[in-house]
DNA sequence: TCTTGACTTGGACTTTGTCCAATGTAGGAT
DNA sequence: ATCCTACATTGGACAAAGTCCAAGTCAAGA
């Protein structure tokens, strides 16, 4: 539970109450929730939070890699609490739902040098869609 | 050239001034413009051209399966006018320019069937980052 | 406990995109 | 060639997502 916050403490993070409760409504569920939602949830916790502080506080959590930002559809970004396990995504085209999952060879080496342009390349994400069996079934 | 053309018309499409151009800027180049480039540069050919109408005749090709949406950043969506080929991104993670590329291996394949907890998937996309030569020598 | 620099706040602002009523026009009908 | 009309375009208002900032607050080290 407390393991990220311990990590952040760390790292010479101040612990306010804002940031304990941003933190564990990510940590909390294994959905990947938009900033909008995150906010909405924390104010159950904490209703004086702002909708500043809670940016600002995904921001920070994003640079220090404890949470991975996902953009699905143009629209909201989604903040994916699941940093440290290498994982991609597959994500329903009805109802936006997005799960973790696990792919079977390494997409990094599927990209032949004469394709990488000179680009220096840091990172690869695979995303699937498809329709989840509930929608599916409605 | 007007291949594009061509197709839209059999298909029922009005063909208008405006639309021509949208459909010239996108097919003109390799770039990925964001909707608000595309309108930079028709305005260019045809001043009095509305945002709306770019914003509209983007959305029609999209339905009609000539041009792809991108969502890179969670900010605009760019439109890939090469909906046709087989291919995946790559993009700088400074100024978000996007290339085409191939891969080698199908992604496809690499997804687990229980791994795909009942979903039905039908679309893989392989997004590669990193630093453009370009923003690598500034 | 005091101090201070980091954190939070709310509101204004920006960017990206959508909607709509009024106006214009492409292209088939005559 | 001209007319009609359904489809397109326009601009401006609106909405959603996110950023920025000056002023106030507070966590944590001294």
Redesign the interface.
């Known amino acids: 539970m407390s393991d990220l916050l311990e990590r952040l403490r760390g790292r010479g993070w101040r612990l306010t109450a804002q940031r304990r409760v941003v933190a564990e409504v990510l940590d909390g569920d294994h959905v990947h929730y938009t900033a909008d939602e995150v906010h909405a949830r924390a104010t159950e916790r904490l209703p004086e939070i702002s909708r500043a502080t809670v940016y600002n506080t995904l921001g920070e959590l994003v640079s220090l890699g404890e949470v991975l930002?996902v953009?699905?559809?143009?629209?909201?970004?989604r903040y994916d609490p699941n940093a440290h396990h290498d994982h991609h995504h597959?994500i329903?085209?009805q109802c936006g739902t997005i799960?973790d999952?696990?792919?079977?060879?390494d997409?990094?080496?599927?990209?032949?040098e004469p394709?990488?342009?000179?680009?220096?390349?840091?990172?690869?994400?695979?995303?699937?869609?498809?329709?989840?069996?509930n929608c599916?079934s409605a």
Do not use: N, Q
Request: hydrophobic share 40%; glycine share 6%.
């Open positions: 930002e953009s699905t559809d143009g629209r909201a970004k597959l329903c085209s799960r999952v696990h792919i079977a060879s997409p990094m080496a599927a990209l032949p394709e990488r342009f000179g680009f220096a390349v840091s990172e690869v994400s695979v995303t699937y869609r498809g329709v989840c069996p599916a």
